[in-house]
């Protein structure tokens, strides 16, 4: 099919960017690089992790292809869990989402967090249809979880580059963080994940607590 088609196809059907992209890639994998090339291993350069430390009163993550978790900051060990103690398997949040109880109950829009989570991976699966870790993750959440096969059968594709995000704490208790999705430019399939909060609300005074918190090390904290 021709791209001046598949144009007329996106269009007539209102398409968002990202599902017209992805129904370029479907179509014409030959238009974006070698289907069948071996995805590189992921790294995380050190000036990231640096700048990841540097970033006072925010919580911040760096996610890979997969959703794997690359690297983070003690702020978000804090809110999210400590991921450095987990194997580096499961450092994955579509993992920890779906198969995590601990992981699921500190979001309060579950359903909403899972979409986004399913959508990623089905954008991904899309860009790199011959990643086996990919295939092999995917299969795995549809044979542990009943709420990622439902999810998954609804073929949603999608990125979201910015948002709300409610999220529960044993310790301060209900946030609510404004998160941005930024693209690393020069690291392939690198995203970094930043929170923040409205000035002078609860939220706020929340992260202050546990900023404080993650300085100290507190272990109740997370």
Known sequence: MS??????VARALRLSG???AHLF???RPELHGNRHAI???QRLRPGIQQLLDTLDGIPAYVCGRRLDMLGWNRLATTVFGDWSRLPPRERNLSRLVFLSSAARD???DLEAKMLDLVSVLRLDAGTHPDDQELAALIDELADKSSDFRRLWARHDVRRRGH???RLRHSVVGELTLSFEVLGLHGDTDLTLVVYHAEPGSTSRKAL???TGLAALGTESAS
């Open 3 to 8: 791209a001046g088609v598949l144009d007329a």
């Open 18 to 20: 990202d599902v017209h």
């Open 25 to 27: 890639r479907l179509a």
């Open 39 to 41: 995805p590189q291993r």
């Open 106 to 108: 500190r979001f309060a």
């Open 163 to 165: 948002g709300v995000q």
């Open 208 to 210: 202050r607590l546990l």
